[in-house]
């Protein structure tokens, strides 16, 4: 009996949109196992709601473990408890979110059930002939893939990086199993009681919501000094986005790393992804490839930029970005005065 396994994120009595991405992953894999595939959710406060959207999203077993003490995520208690349900069901492949829980509990897990891990998976396939898990990541910088199998432990275990795929269509039809795991002896001495969280805290001082974000407003180092991140921020506010920087911009001290887009930074998928005086590396694209729309400035005509964006403006930032902004303004001057 073979399995696929996602691990289904659910924060503050929600599920998290992410749970339904790494779905969308898993899927191709137990189809070519011809295997099922299973979300695994841990929390409190999981209504039928969230199973019904899990299975809608592609899986044919939900297995619930639904408790107050797991309301909030603590690393040893969802740990122990995923641990005990692979020791019971012995799954073939574990995939989880690289979020900022996800890279945290999936190294402990994998030590806990003896198993390796491939962290921040871009891609994942199943061998042919050995119906081993192929996970394929950047390596040395980003300048090559490398892939990586797990042939002799079991389960599988690898993170895949949020926002690098869409998530799934849903199929409202599609019907599945829903197990709600009970808390018994043998989970609850799975619990962690050493920790007790207080509560959360976001730091609003540079905090920078990408992922979440429609547009995101992207500077590099064309933008020659901190104070320059002004401009992006004026165009930034009049379309409702956020602002990103190449690791170039950070590095520098222009902007909090929070900010930083790419192999390093986040990883993000807006409906438009505007980049000023960013060149483009291989590093900064492999955080923007799911952008619906993305839009290029820079006054080198072959910056690599220029070569995946759908509008590339072959121009100095300084006056194309004004531009924008004056065109946008108007545009909205026009618009209130009924023009
Ligand atoms: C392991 C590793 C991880 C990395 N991770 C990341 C990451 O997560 N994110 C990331 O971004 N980078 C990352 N990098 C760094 C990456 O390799 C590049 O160095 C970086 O992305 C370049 O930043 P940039 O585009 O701002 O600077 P540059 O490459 O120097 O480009 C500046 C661009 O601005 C243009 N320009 C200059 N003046 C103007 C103007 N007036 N108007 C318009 N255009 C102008 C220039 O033509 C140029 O194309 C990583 C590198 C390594 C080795």
């Not at 009595?13 to 979300?39: I, M, Q």
């Not at 039928?48 to 297995?63: F, M, N």
């Not at 004056?326 to 023009?339: I, M, N, P, T």
């Amino acid at each position: 009996m073979s399995f696929v396994w996602t691990i289904a994120e659910h924060h503050a009595g929600r599920l998290r949109e992410v749970a339904l991405e790494v779905l969308g992953r898993g899927r191709p894999l137990a189809d070519a196992l011809g295997t099922r595939l299973a979300a695994v959710v841990i929390g409190h406060g999981i209504t039928e709601q969230d199973t019904g959207r899990l299975i809608a999203h592609g899986a044919d077993e939900v297995y619930v473990v639904d408790d107050p003490r797991l309301a909030d995520f603590r690393c040893e208690s969802y740990s122990g408890v995923l641990a005990h349900l692979i020791r019971t069901w012995s799954p073939e492949i574990v995939l989880a979110a690289a979020t900022t829980s996800g890279r945290t509990l999936m190294p402990h897990l994998a030590i806990r059930v003896h198993a390796g891990l491939t962290a921040d998976c871009t891609e994942l396939a199943i061998e042919p002939d050995t119906g081993n898990l192929l996970q394929t990541r950047p390596a040395i910088g980003g300048n090559i893939m490398a892939t990586i199998k797990t042939p002799r432990h079991r389960p599988q275990m690898a993170t895949v990086r949020p926002h690098a795929s869409r998530p799934p269509q849903p199929d409202p039809d599609r019907s599945g199993r829903v197990i709600a795991v009970p808390m018994d002896t043998q989970l609850e001495a799975c619990l962690d009681d050493r920790t007790q969280v207080l509560g959360y805290r976001t730091d609003a001082a540079d905090f920078a919501n990408l992922e979440d974000a429609d547009v995101v407003v992207t500077g590099g180092r064309g933008l020659k000094r901190k104070e320059n991140f002004a401009l992006l921020e004026e165009l930034a506010s009049r379309l409702g986005g956020e602002i990103g920087a190449t690791r170039e911009a950070v590095d520098r001290g222009w902007i909090g790393y929070p900010h930083q887009v790419g192999l390093s930074g986040k990883t993000i998928s807006p409906r438009v992804y505007i980049g000023a005086g960013a060149s483009g590396s291989i590093q900064h694209l492999a955080g923007i490839k799911t952008s619906e729309r993305i839009v290029s400035i820079n006054l080198d005509p072959d910056a690599p930029l220029h070569r995946v964006a759908d509008v590339a403006v072959v121009g100095d930032l300084f006056e194309v970005v004004p531009a924008l902004i004056a065109e946008l303004d108007r545009r909205r001057g026009a618009a209130r005065s009924g023009d």
